[in-house]
């Protein structure tokens, strides 16, 4: 099975700021990589498919990019909205597997 | 639009079989790559895939749980049923079903039921 590492598990980070969250593969997943946004007591929210391709009404500040079995999910300059629980997700071989997610809190 | 509802227990005894049921709407499982999905929670944890069915009827299981966990559809009544033997309260969580085409990730997910198991 894939397995799937993120970090940093936990994040604390200002309005403003521009944070990076990173999730590495074990094997090659061919660029097959989700990352979703969670809020407390709601299901993850799709906001990047095939590594860098932005979901419809995601603000444009959300970005991906890959590096073989390395991938990094960059939000340029940090809203209020965007505190929450970061997920990546490989989709290219079942089972499918999340990252261990990446909380971004307040500074 | 696409609408997924899980349901089943709140509350489980430890040994006990649980049986969950995704009830949904907007597509057909019979419709070719599509497939369902079944992942959990644990509180404050990640998410953890352990089952899918596709459109075919193949199925696949988390390779920690498979033999703890059964996946089956009814195309009829628009139901996909997930069950666990033996629960433990580390099974204790949210369970989400959700819905994937081939070639896509999970975008539709359903609000989640949370299980608990306890004596």
């Known amino acids: 099975d894939v397995q799937m590492t993120q970090s940093p598990s936990t994040l604390s980070a200002s309005v403003g700021d521009r944070v990076t969250i990173t999730c590495r593969a074990s094997q090659s997943i061919s660029g097959w990589l989700a990352w979703y946004q969670q809020k407390p007591g709601k299901a993850p929210k799709l906001l990047i498919s095939?590594?860098?391709s932005l979901e419809s009404g995601v603000p444009s500040r959300f970005s991906g990019s890959e590096s073989g079995t390395e991938f990094t999910l960059t939000i340029s300059c940090l809203q209020p909205d965007d505190f929450a629980t970061y997920f990546c997700?490989?989709?290219?071989?079942?089972?499918?597997?999340f990252g261990g997610g990446t909380k971004v809190e307040i500074k | 639009q696409i609408t997924l509802t899980e349901s089943g227990p709140t509350l489980v005894k430890p040994t006990q079989t649980l049986t969950l049921t995704c009830t949904f709407s907007g597509f057909s499982l019979s419709t070719s790559g599509v497939s369902m999905n079944w992942i959990r929670q644990p509180p404050g944890k990640a998410l953890e895939c352990l089952a899918v069915i596709y459109w075919d009827d193949d199925k696949r299981y988390s390779s920690s749980l498979k033999r703890r966990l059964t996946i089956t559809k009814d195309t009829s009544k628009n139901q996909v049923v997930l069950t666990l033997t033996n629960v433990d309260p580390m099974d204790t969580g949210i369970y989400y079903c959700a819905y994937r085409t081939n070639g896509f990730p999970i975008k539709d997910w359903g609000q989640g039921t949370l299980v608990t198991v306890s004596s």
């Open positions: 997700q490989q989709y290219d071989k079942t089972p499918l597997a």
């Open positions: 095939k590594a860098s």
